[in-house]
């Protein structure tokens, strides 16, 4: 199956910093998403972005499917912002997850 | 409001006794699916559907039992309930995956069997 590779896992900032978020995959997606997900739990959908840029507010993304990755940005972080990003990817009918990368805002 | 709900948030069960988690989707999406998030594991797919009386196996669906009668439900069926199923649930539901769909996903279902 598809393989999803998230960097860097693990990332702290300062507040007001700018960071960016990369996701590898290793075959063609139909379909490819970034989520946060809050301290609660709660998975809450940045973009749906299988190829092109998106910009919304702070955050942007950007994914270069013929060469499988995708960067997710986010500019002035502020402290919630943190929790943990993950990007999935669709290939087929087969959906998979990257391990996430851990963001913690500092004030 | 276009929503995936779960019930319940949070269950703690004793490990044998049979429980359901329901997920409903109100945004008449043929595809459903459940998922299970563990630490450093990340989210890993039980089973989908991919439509009514459609269902199909996932990556982990040891343990697990789904049915699709309706379009809009999706329940997840733990019949004999054991400690390595604590995790956290999540059910996910989208227009026809092949082509590309944007999944929504629920709040998730945070389940401790003791």
């Known amino acids: 199956g598809i393989q999803v590779e998230q960097s860097p896992p693990d990332l702290i900032l300062q507040e007001g910093a700018n960071s960016t978020l990369r996701c590898n995959f290793s075959?063609?997606?139909?379909?490819l998403q970034w989520f946060h997900q809050n301290p609660w739990g709660q998975l809450i959908n940045l973009f749906y972005i299988p190829s092109g840029t998106k910009q919304n507010g702070r955050l942007s993304a950007t994914t270069v499917a013929t060469e499988r990755y995708s960067l997710l940005y986010i500019s002035s972080s502020q402290t919630t912002d943190s929790g943990v990003y993950f990007c999935a990817v669709l290939s087929d009918n087969d959906m998979r997850f990257g391990a996430g990368t851990r963001l913690t805002v500092k004030p | 409001e276009a929503q995936v709900t779960q019930n319940p948030r949070y269950l703690i069960t004793v490990t044998g006794k049979k429980l359901t988690v329901t997920c409903s989707q109100n945004?008449?999406?043929?595809?459903m699916s459940w998922y299970r998030q563990d630490p450093g594991l990340g989210l890993r797919q039980i089973y989908y559907?991919?439509?009514?009386?459609?269902?199909d196996k996932g990556d982990v669906p040891e343990g697990y039992k789904v049915s699709r009668k309706e379009k809009r439900n999706f329940p997840l069926i733990l019949e004999s309930p054991s400690p390595n199923q604590t995790s956290l649930y999540f059910c996910a539901s989208s227009s026809p995956l092949a082509f590309g769909a944007e999944q929504y996903f629920g709040p998730g279902t945070r389940l401790t069997v003791t």
């Open positions: 075959d063609s997606v139909n379909n």
């Open positions: 945004m008449n999406h043929e595809y």
């Open positions: 559907s991919m439509n009514v009386e459609v269902t």
